[in-house]
Protein backbone atom coordinates (compact mmCIF):
# COMPACT_ATOMS: atom_id res chain seq x y z
CA UNK A 1 0.00 0.00 0.00
CA UNK A 2 1.24 2.99 -0.88
CA UNK A 3 0.22 6.94 0.86
CA UNK A 4 0.83 9.90 -0.86
CA UNK A 5 -0.32 13.22 1.68
CA UNK A 6 -0.88 16.91 -0.10
CA UNK A 7 -2.62 19.75 0.72
CA UNK A 8 -0.27 21.90 3.21
CA UNK A 9 0.94 24.97 3.26
CA UNK A 10 1.44 27.88 5.06
CA UNK A 11 -1.94 29.63 6.70
CA UNK A 12 -2.99 32.15 9.06
CA UNK A 13 -4.31 31.49 12.34
CA UNK A 14 -8.42 30.90 11.73
CA UNK A 15 -7.97 29.47 8.13
CA UNK A 16 -8.80 26.48 6.86
CA UNK A 17 -6.64 23.77 4.49
CA UNK A 18 -7.89 20.62 3.15
CA UNK A 19 -5.47 17.71 2.98
CA UNK A 20 -5.50 15.03 1.06
CA UNK A 21 -4.21 10.80 0.69
CA UNK A 22 -4.33 9.29 -2.32
CA UNK A 23 -3.88 5.14 -2.06
CA UNK A 24 -2.47 2.59 -4.04
CA UNK A 25 -1.74 -0.57 -4.34
CA UNK A 26 -2.98 -3.07 -2.51
CA UNK A 27 -5.83 -1.37 -0.64
CA UNK A 28 -8.58 -4.23 -0.60
CA UNK A 29 -9.47 -5.09 2.85
CA UNK A 30 -7.31 -2.17 4.57
CA UNK A 31 -10.33 -0.84 7.05
CA UNK A 32 -8.94 2.20 8.47
CA UNK A 33 -7.32 5.57 6.92
CA UNK A 34 -6.56 7.99 9.70
CA UNK A 35 -4.31 11.14 9.76
CA UNK A 36 -2.00 12.20 11.86
CA UNK A 37 0.43 14.79 13.26
CA UNK A 38 4.41 15.46 14.62
CA UNK A 39 5.17 18.89 15.84
CA UNK A 40 8.68 19.62 16.44
CA UNK A 41 10.05 17.78 19.38
CA UNK A 42 7.08 16.57 20.24
CA UNK A 43 5.88 12.58 19.42
CA UNK A 44 3.18 11.61 16.74
CA UNK A 45 -0.45 11.60 17.48
CA UNK A 46 -3.80 10.65 16.50
CA UNK A 47 -5.75 13.15 14.46
CA UNK A 48 -8.89 11.42 12.89
CA UNK A 49 -9.67 8.09 11.35
CA UNK A 50 -12.55 6.63 9.14
CA UNK A 51 -13.88 3.32 8.68
CA UNK A 52 -13.68 3.10 4.63
CA UNK A 53 -16.62 1.07 4.29
CA UNK A 54 -19.19 2.67 6.89
CA UNK A 55 -17.25 5.84 7.00
CA UNK A 56 -17.29 6.11 10.77
CA UNK A 57 -15.25 8.49 11.91
CA UNK A 58 -13.37 9.32 15.09
CA UNK A 59 -11.31 12.56 16.27
CA UNK A 60 -8.65 13.72 19.08
CA UNK A 61 -10.36 16.12 21.14
CA UNK A 62 -8.04 18.63 20.38
CA UNK A 63 -9.92 18.80 16.77
CA UNK A 64 -12.76 17.70 17.39
CA UNK A 65 -15.68 20.58 15.59
CA UNK A 66 -13.32 22.39 13.47
CA UNK A 67 -11.89 19.14 11.21
CA UNK A 68 -13.69 16.68 9.49
CA UNK A 69 -12.60 13.56 7.77
CA UNK A 70 -14.09 12.01 4.49
CA UNK A 71 -13.36 9.66 2.21
CA UNK A 72 -13.87 8.85 -1.41
CA UNK A 73 -13.86 5.39 -2.09
CA UNK A 74 -14.28 5.32 -6.35
CA UNK A 75 -11.20 7.76 -5.82
CA UNK A 76 -9.26 5.53 -3.30
CA UNK A 77 -8.51 9.11 -1.41
CA UNK A 78 -8.97 10.42 2.27
CA UNK A 79 -9.42 14.23 3.14
CA UNK A 80 -9.27 15.92 5.96
CA UNK A 81 -10.67 19.68 6.40
CA UNK A 82 -9.18 21.79 9.33
CA UNK A 83 -11.25 24.78 9.81
CA UNK A 84 -10.23 27.91 12.29
CA UNK A 85 -6.59 26.47 12.48
CA UNK A 86 -4.39 27.66 15.51
CA UNK A 87 -0.80 27.79 15.60
CA UNK A 88 -0.51 24.66 17.70
CA UNK A 89 -2.03 22.94 15.02
CA UNK A 90 1.48 23.32 13.23
CA UNK A 91 3.52 19.65 11.88
CA UNK A 92 3.92 17.24 9.73
CA UNK A 93 0.35 15.77 8.76
CA UNK A 94 0.89 12.30 8.21
CA UNK A 95 -1.75 9.48 6.49
CA UNK A 96 -1.58 5.42 7.24
CA UNK A 97 -3.46 2.96 6.54
CA UNK A 98 -4.18 -0.04 9.24
CA UNK A 99 -4.03 -3.79 8.74
CA UNK A 100 -6.90 -4.39 8.51
CA UNK A 101 -7.82 -6.19 11.76
CA UNK A 102 -7.97 -2.88 13.59
CA UNK A 103 -11.20 -3.08 16.02
CA UNK A 104 -12.77 0.48 16.53
CA UNK A 105 -12.09 0.75 20.05
CA UNK A 106 -7.99 0.67 18.62
CA UNK A 107 -8.62 3.21 16.02
CA UNK A 108 -6.93 6.03 17.61
CA UNK A 109 -3.50 3.68 18.47
CA UNK A 110 -0.87 4.90 16.12
CA UNK A 111 0.84 1.37 16.28
CA UNK A 112 -1.95 -0.28 14.88
CA UNK A 113 -1.39 1.74 11.50
CA UNK A 114 1.61 0.10 9.16
CA UNK A 115 1.39 2.11 5.82
CA UNK A 116 2.49 5.12 6.26
CA UNK A 117 2.70 8.12 3.86
CA UNK A 118 5.12 11.02 3.71
CA UNK A 119 4.28 13.65 5.35
CA UNK A 120 2.87 17.11 4.24
CA UNK A 121 3.30 20.10 6.35
CA UNK A 122 1.05 22.40 7.64
CA UNK A 123 2.27 25.79 9.36
CA UNK A 124 -0.34 27.96 11.14
CA UNK A 125 0.69 31.57 12.26
CA UNK A 126 -0.96 33.55 14.54
Known amino acids: VQLQASGGGLVQAGGSLRLSCAAS????????VGWFRQAPGKEREFVATIRRNSGSTTYADAVKGRFTISRDNTKNEVYLVMNSLKPEDTALYYCAADSGSTIWSEAKTTTRYIYWGQGTLVTVSS
Open 25 to 32: GDTYGRVL
